[in-house]
C-alpha cells in the first residue's frame, strides 16, 4: 500500500487523545484569554497611576530633582516599581499558580521569586534607560519623535539581544559546551554541514525551571550560539536531531536579523500611532491626571495606554511573523536532518502544552509556532516525497 502522508497523520493524532488532549487544549486555550486579561491589566494598572493623580506626583518629584534628561529616567524607575506591584497578583496566577495546576513547572516559590527580582530588576533599568532617550527625542522633536523613539528602541533592543547569552541568561540558566557522547557528535555533524561554527553549540539546565523540550539560538554579532536544553537532550538521538536542525535553521537563514528588521518597521507604525493617540488622550483627560503634556515626563502611562492598544490589535501580526519564520526552520530541519518521523514524534511531545488541531484561523490568530498537526502533516509529506530514500529516520 503506498504511504499517504493524512492517514500517517491522523495515525499521529490519535496517540494524543482523551484527558491529556482536553488537558493541552485547556491550557492553550486558556492562553487566549490571557492575551487579553493582560492587555486589560495593563489598562487599569495605568489608570489607576493616573486617575489616583500618582502619575502627576512622581513627576513633580521627578522634575524637582533633577534637569529634564534625568527626570525621565527618576519617574519611570519608581512607576514601573508601582506597575510592577500592581499587576504583581496577575503574574503570580499566570506564571506561577497556573503553570503548577498544569504540572509545567519545577520551581518552588522562592526559587522562582528570585528569578523574577533578577527579572524586574533588569527590565526597570533597561526600560527607565530607554524612556529617558525616547523622552529626550519627544522633547527635542515634538513631531519626528517617533523616528528617533523606534531607532533607539531597536538600539536597545539589539544591545539586549548581543549580551543577553553572554551576561543576562547566565543569571537564570548554566550554559555549558555540549559533552562528549553520541548527541555532541550527531549535533556537530549537522552544524559542519550546514556552514554553523560548531563552538556554538551548548547544553542549558532548563529542568531547573520546566520539563518543556527546547533549543534555541539568540545572540547577535559574535555572541551568537544554539543552545539544546537538558529536557531534549533525554530524547531518542533522532528526535534531538530533528530539534537542532530546527534550530540551525534559524541561523542559517538569519532569521534574527529578518525579525529585527521586520520589528523596526513595527515599532516605527506603533510609536507613529501612538505620536498621534498620546496627545489625542491628553486633551481629553491631561487636566484630570495632572499632566501638563507630551514635555511631562509623567506621560509615559498615557503612551502606554496607546502602545498596549497597538500591541494587543497586533498579536496576531506578530505570531504571523514569529510563526512563518517557524515553518521556514522547520522546512530546513526536515532537510538536514533526514528525520521526518523523529520530528513528528517532537511536535507530539510538544503538543503536550499547545493545542495539536486548532482551526486554521485560530493558528494564525494565536499560535506563534505551528501547531502539532501542521509539524506533522509537514513531516509526512517531507517523508512521502522521500520514500525511496534509504538513510530516513
Ligand atoms: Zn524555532
Known amino acids: 500500500m503506498a504511504f499517504d502522508p493524512e492517514l500517517a497523520t491522523q495515525a499521529y493524532m490519535a496517540t494524543l487523545k482523551g484527558a491529556a488532549r482536553a488537558k493541552s487544549d485547556a491550557y492553550f486555550e486558556g492562553g487566549y484569554w490571557l492575551i487579553l486579561a493582560e492587555f486589560l491589566v495593563t489598562l487599569v494598572a495605568n489608570l489607576i497611576v493616573l486617575r489616583l493623580g500618582w502619575a502627576a506626583r512622581l513627576s513633580r518629584w521627578a522634575r524637582s530633582k533633577a534637569g529634564p534628561l534625568l527626570a525621565a529616567f527618576l519617574f519611570a524607575v519608581p512607576y514601573l516599581l508601582l506597575i510592577t506591584i500592581i499587576t504583581a497578583p496577575y503574574v503570580l496566577y499566570t506564571d506561577f499558580f497556573r503553570e503548577h495546576a498544569y504540572g509545567l513547572s519545577n520551581q518552588g516559590f522562592a526559587e522562582w521569586g528570585g528569578e523574577q527580582l533578577i527579572f524586574i530588576a533588569v527590565d526597570t533599568l533597561l526600560a527607565a534607560l530607554l524612556w529617558m532617550g525616547v523622552h529626550a527625542a519627544i522633547r527635542h522633536f515634538p513631531r519626528n519623535w517617533w523616528l528617533g523613539g523606534a531607532g533607539l528602541t531597536i538600539g536597545v533592543m539589539m544591545v539586549t539581544i548581543t ?3 553572554v551576561y543576562l541568561d547566565p543569571l537564570f540558566n548554566d550554559y555549558t559546551p555540549l559533552p562528549d557522547g553520541p548527541v555532541k557528535t550527531e ?11 560548531a563552538d556554538n553549540v551548548y547544553l542549558v539546565d532548563a529542568s531547573r525551571q520546566s520539563d518543556r523540550i527546547s533549543a534555541n ?4 554579532f559574535g555572541t551568537t550560539r544554539i543552545a539544546l536544553n537538558d529536557n531534549l537532550m533525554k530524547q531518542d538521538i533522532h528526535e534531538i536531531r530533528s530539534v537542532m536542525a530546527h534550530e540551525l535553521g534559524h541561523y542559517v537563514l538569519n532569521h534574527m536579523w529578518k525579525l529585527i528588521i521586520t520589528v523596526a518597521l513595527l515599532i516605527a507604525v506603533s510609536l507613529a500611532v501612538v505620536a498621534v493617540g498620546t496627545p489625542w488622550l491628553l486633551t481629553r483627560f491631561g487636566g484630570r491626571w495632572g499632566i501638563e503634556g507630551m514635555a511631562d515626563p509623567g506621560v509615559l502611562p498615557a503612551l502606554t495606554l496607546v502602545i498596549s492598544l497597538v500591541f494587543f490589535l497586533g498579536t496576531p501580526i506578530t505570531n504571523s511573523m514569529i510563526r512563518v519564520q517557524e515553518q521556514e526552520a522547520d522546512v530546513f530541519g526536515l532537510n538536514a536532518a533526514r528525520a521526518p518521523d523523529g520530528f513528528a514524534r517532537i511536535a507530539m511531545k510538544l503538543s503536550q502544552y499547545r493545542k495539536i488541531e486548532p482551526s486554521p484561523l485560530e493558528e494564525v ?29
Not at 549535533?187 to 561554527?197: C, F, I, M, S, T
Not at 539560538?217 to 547577535?220: N, T, Y
Not at 499560535?367 to 534509504?390: C, N
Open 163 to 165: 549580551l543577553a547569552p
Open 365 to 393: 490568530i494565536f499560535f506563534d509556532h505551528p501547531s502539532g498537526h501542521t509539524r506533522v502533516i509537514t513531516a509526512m509529506r517531507w517523508k512521502a516525497e522521500h520514500l525511496d530514500a534509504s538513510d530516513i529516520k
Open 187 to 197: 549535533v556537530l555533524k549537522l552544524a559542519r554541514a550546514n556552514g554553523v561554527p
Open 217 to 220: 539560538v539568540k545572540g547577535l
